[in-house]
T-cell receptor
Framework: GAGVSQSPRYKVAKRGQDVALRCDPISGHVSLFWYQQALGQGPEFLTYFQNEAQLDKSGLPSDRFFAERPEGSVSTLKIQRTQQEDSAVYLC????????????FGPGTRLTVL | AQSVTQLDSQVPVFEEAPVELRCNYSSSVSVYLFWYVQYPNQGLQLLLKYLSGSTLVKGINGFEAEFNKSQTSFHLRKPSVHISDTAEYFCAVIWVTGFQKLVFGTGTRLLVSP
């Protein structure tokens, strides 16, 4: 498809488990963003890539959160030793990166930590 | 701190009635402004955006919004709503001091009834 895809769509983890969430951006998009959306809240910025470079990770809530985009395309958000407060929808967005351009969002991954 | 405020968590309205969803942001420095819509189990879709120029912006599905710099507001309006407009609406801002990080409000749930 032509849009941003994310997998899995739903993930249930036991507290303490590690999880990996995948984002496939629109082909050719330079910029990639991760957002976290807690229940009843708006999305909150986690981190930003321009190609393979992670230019801002100021929104990552703890050192248990790690994101990578090694080849400048697919990105993975990894959460180690998951906690209940990590339960949220994780949204990925991509854009062309030219000046300002629209961010296109994927459907998100709903993570539930038991 | 940069923040976006959507005071109304829920707005009930009858079909074919007009609606206004309010959005205020914290600073009057140069900003880009957006409204996104989120349908259940779907990603965010851009309704409209203000980057520069005319302060009245028209978007998809008959929505429009007006940028008011002095009041730091960007309220969303539609003259006649449909049942299908029932969704969550998010106001978002980019402060043009760095890169393209979106800061979202907490959202307003629009409930359209017959």
């Amino acid at each position: 498809g032509a849009g941003v895809s994310q997998s899995p769509r739903y993930k249930v983890a036991k507290r303490g488990q590690d999880v990996a969430l995948r984002c496939d951006p629109i082909s050719g998009h330079v910029s990639l963003f991760w957002y976290q959306q807690a229940l009843g809240q708006g999305p909150e910025f986690l981190t930003y890539f321009q190609n393979e470079a992670q230019l801002d990770k100021s929104g990552l809530p703890s050192d248990r959160f790690f994101a990578e985009r090694p080849e400048g395309s697919v990105s993975t958000l990894k959460i180690q030793r998951t906690q209940q407060e990590d339960s949220a929808v994780y949204l990925c967005a991509s854009s062309t990166g030219l000046d300002y351009n629209e961010q296109f969002f994927g459907p998100g991954t709903r993570l539930t930590v038991l | 701190a940069q923040s976006v405020t959507q005071l109304d968590s829920q707005v009930p309205v009858f079909e074919e009635a007009p609606v206004e969803l309010r959005c205020n942001y914290s600073s009057s420095v140069s900003v880009y402004l957006f409204w996104y819509v989120q349908y259940p189990n779907q990603g965010l879709q851009l309704l409209l955006k203000y980057l520069s120029g005319s302060t009245l912006v028209k978007g998809i599905n008959g929505f429009e919004a007006e940028f008011n710099k002095s009041q730091t507001s960007f309220h969303l309006r539609k003259p006649s709503v449909h049942i299908s407009d029932t969704a969550e609406y998010f106001c978002a801002v980019i402060w043009v001091t760095g890169f393209q990080k979106l800061v979202f409000g907490t959202g307003t749930r629009l409930l359209v009834s017959p």
